[in-house]
């Protein structure tokens, strides 16, 4: 079975500052992972997945990921925010042997203040 | 090329009813899946369908059900309702469902039970 771990329930960033939103996950068995963002009163939108290859993943609307299998994490990225990155985000995972399904984390807050 | 569309997008029931929510994916895309979203518990997995055959369920009781047509178009359907049952139910769909591939959600329906 799987887990994910957002350790941030909310993350306060003033605008144009980086952030950084901490997803640590735990399997016994290989996983794919992923970052969504959800705005409000909408779905999900795919960020970025790491599949395999290199560790470090760049994503849309300038987010970017590193995958580190030591730690068991996948923490997600951006150097600079604008006001309208203030949204929901959740690390997600699923194994690799075709269950289906997406894991998520419980997600973080991220408020980008002006 | 449309989005995921998911009818009806807002929706209030009493205990003890039962609804069926619709779940349209995107063209061409054959797998869809179900989660729950609530303040609670997160996101939570409900299903996965392909080909109209159920491929993996989460847990949760016989209440929750759903089915997909020979057009990829996907209901669910929750008998009985409880007031735990509030939530926002999620549909995503991908083109085959494979672990790895790229879900795609819609904007949800969003249940109350009073």
């Known amino acids: 079975a799987q887990s994910v771990t957002q350790l941030d329930s909310q993350v306060p960033v003033f605008e144009e500052a980086p952030v950084e939103l901490r997803c640590n996950y735990s399997s016994s068995v290989s996983v794919y992972l992923f970052w969504y963002v959800q705005y409000p009163n909408q779905g999900l939108q795919l960020l970025l997945k790491?599949?395999?290859?290199?560790?470090l993943v760049k994503g849309i609307n300038g987010f970017e990921a590193e995958f580190n299998k030591s730690q068991t994490s996948f923490h997600l990225r951006k150097p600079s925010v604008h006001i309208s990155d203030t949204a929901e985000y959740f690390c997600a995972v699923s194994d690799t042997g075709g269950s289906y399904k997406l894991i998520f984390g419980s997600g973080t807050r991220l408020l980008v203040r002006p | 090329k449309a989005g995921v569309t998911q009818t009806p997008r807002y929706l209030i029931k009493t205990r003890g009813q039962q609804v069926t929510l619709s779940c349209s994916p995107i063209s061409g895309h054959r797998s869809v899946s179900w989660y729950q979203q609530t303040p609670g518990q997160g996101l939570q997995f409900l299903f996965e369908y392909f080909s109209e055959t159920q491929r993996n369920k989460g847990n949760f009781p016989g209440r929750f059900s759903g089915r997909q047509f020979s057009n990829s178009r996907s209901e669910m359907n929750v008998s009985t309702l409880e007031l735990g049952d509030s939530a926002l139910y999620l549909c995503a769909s991908s083109v085959n469902g494979g672990t790895g591939a790229e879900q795609f959600f819609g904007p949800g329906t969003r249940l109350t039970v009073l």
């Open positions: 790491y599949l395999s290859g290199s560790t």
